[in-house]
């Protein structure tokens, strides 16, 4: 049932537990779910419920805690002995009374890491303000660190396995676009245009079906265009309408995520030219890139590359991206935006993202990356314009 | 663009400063995205990022803060007027220099609220531990509350309209589970079957759209029954898989929540006796149920009809469940288990959900249900049996 063999899940500890020991971390609880995953292999919608992974430096194995009905699921996709699989019984599940991070410190009080400097991912989602003061709380003193994204900044460089499935999941994503664009058109519902690309999220293709993405898909229209991440609605696309498109593939907890556009109808010239110099932005931005090259140069670039036109984008213009569960693909380690001086590496994976919303409507069109020996290479094939269906 | 009236939320955000005066509360923090969208309307995948509603005693409308370009999206789907929608810069997402709940002290003080007693939504996901910290660190005074289910609870009792929608959202569970069983068979790709799942989930009836739910659809196959929380790998399911559907409707964030299991050949007969056992269990606890009763009494009426049978339930058997966001439907309010001593009130809704998952496979049969004035009505009208394809 591993995706990885067990070498690998290895080789991933290695590196955390250096990673600790430079931030002076004895033992890091890790909640994230991707980061949870990336080291055991662990699997399951169960991260609505507290739950972890302890990494403890003089341990040669982490242990999974989660809720005893979801122990069977760590046995099932970890590369964990079962005595590192424990299971909270149900009474500690959204109770006012007991909480899953007692639990965790009896826990690290059995392996007798109770007094040790502990790491915690202090800005994670599922790793919540009562998780903390309980932890304050029961520990004997007060040592806790802030272990925030030690994990994943391991996670910004991809191996060979890894990037395989992120080539699925761009072949995924093609055929998800592809759905899109073919669905998407005057008098349809958005919501069937909606179910067509989640079908083709999940189908895949001929060789092998995909997995539920991090984020769904988003695909606003009209006046919606002019915000991010708001979504389908409940009526039929007219003539006139601006579509966007930011949509993914996913596979193995693997994604390629991809923004394109639809116009119906003869697009406005403000549109049109919009569209010409976000390409054009792009295009010299994907050229610039190679190893060595900081995400804030890459943001310059970008910058001077649309400097003149009427384009203006004060959002950073891409992320790191890989292995993620809800709410989010991105690795929330490298953004490409003003002050961000981390120096790209051959096997990052980065969204080129440079999403425009403006008040009547928005445009977008974007590339996943990898950065490779000598440039970069883009996960996807599809055409980069703006669709227009007449 | 709203899916209620104006008064309607007018009344939410009443009953909501009456629960925080009785835990005195003179402002809270509502990070949970559910009941952010409860008390103004807001919808978007922005949860990946910090982002709030501040409501205050002495201030007529709350405040939504969120991402700058999200605030559109707020201008859209809330009832709020422009001056209470405020976005902060770029710079402040997934930063190690700023942070969000900077932004909303900021506010705070603005509006003359920074040294009154604040409540945050403690274990709520998305309220991290370093936006607890941040407050700290950033407020005059440590004034901070635990705010914690203050809206949940008022979003128990629902009203028609979203009794309305909830009903809709049924509709479409209906299709969503006839899809399921229809399209699993012996040979077929497990994706494939979800990816038909998904697609029922989204068009919806020929009358109205479904939306993206909160739970991915949960359908686990064969040793992957035996734990909850699993959904399908890339195989093909074989004869003598059990097939566990965990799946849901979705109407305006509203869901509905249905439970039910496949058979692939001639189901053992360990299965067809836990599959008699359960369903008569489910009847028998649904009959129990009117208002005035307690969600431990609930547990203990199922506990009794299953007793002498070889079926062990130690987990929950439902919770309360309505609007809400990824990773949960559930409210986190009330529980069907000992100690849970809420008493049942019309216009609540439950999702009775006794999961089964033994050492090598499970069973699941459950209803959605809405407390009545006399009794309970099931939401859903789906045979409760074992689904056998021979």
Chains 1, 2 share one sequence.
């Not at 005595?83 to 009896?106: I, L």
């Not at 993620?324 to 990052?348: F, Q």
Request: aromatic share 10%; glycine share 8%; with cysteine.
């Amino acid at each position: 049932m591993l995706y990885f063999e067990v070498s690998e899940y290895q080789e991933r500890l290695r590196k955390t537990k250096e990673a600790m020991q430079q931030r002076g971390i004895e033992v890091l609880l890790v909640t994230d779910p991707a980061n949870m995953n990336y080291l055991t292999g662990y699997d399951g919608w169960s991260f609505y419920v507290h739950q972890g992974v302890i990494v403890a430096l003089n341990r040669q194995e982490p242990i999974w805690f989660g809720r005893q009905q979801d122990s069977n699921g760590a046995r099932i996709t970890t590369w964990l002995q079962d005595h590192n699989v424990r299971g909270y019984t149900d009474d500690y599940v959204q109770s006012q009374v007991k909480h899953p991070m007692s639990f965790a410190v009896d826990l690290l009080k059995e392996i007798g890491c109770d007094r040790k400097d502990l790491g915690v991912e202090m800005d994670n989602y599922y790793f919540t303000g009562r998780c903390l003061d309980q932890l304050r709380h029961d520990l004997p003193n007060d040592t806790i660190k802030n272990g925030d994204l030690i994990v994943n900044w391991v996670r910004s460089i991809k191996s060979a396995q890894e990037i395989d499935y992120l080539r699925m999941a761009s072949r995924i994503a093609e055929k998800v676009m592809q759905t899109a664009v073919d669905s998407i058109d005057v008098g349809v519902r958005e919501g069937d245009a909606a179910a067509n690309v989640y079908h083709a999220q999940i189908s895949g293709t001929a060789e092998f079906t995909g997995d539920y993405s991090a984020i769904i898909p988003i695909m606003p229209s009209a006046l919606r265009t002019s915000t991010a991440h708001l979504s389908w609605v409940d009526r039929k696309y007219e003539t006139g309408d601006v579509v966007l498109l930011e949509l993914s593939g996913c596979k193995n907890r693997y994604h390629a995520p991809l923004s394109r556009t639809v116009y119906l109808g003869k697009p406005p010239a403000e549109l049109d030219e919009i569209a010409k110099v976000v390409i054009h932005g792009l295009n010299r931005t994907l050229d610039f890139i190679k190893p060595g090259v900081t995400a804030e140069q890459v943001e310059e670039t970008w910058r001077h590359a649309i400097a003149g036109s009427r384009v203006v984008k004060e959002s950073r213009v891409g992320y790191a991206y890989g292995l993620n569960y809800p709410p989010d693909w991105g690795e929330h380690t490298i953004s490409l935006r003003p002050g961000d001086r981390t120096v790209l590496r051959p096997g990052m994976t980065i969204h080129f993202m440079p999403g425009i919303w403006l008040d009547r409507f928005g445009f977008e069109c974007s590339e996943p990356f990898l950065v490779t020996e000598n440039g970069c290479e883009t996960f996807v094939d599809f055409p980069r314009q703006l669709f227009v269906k007449e």
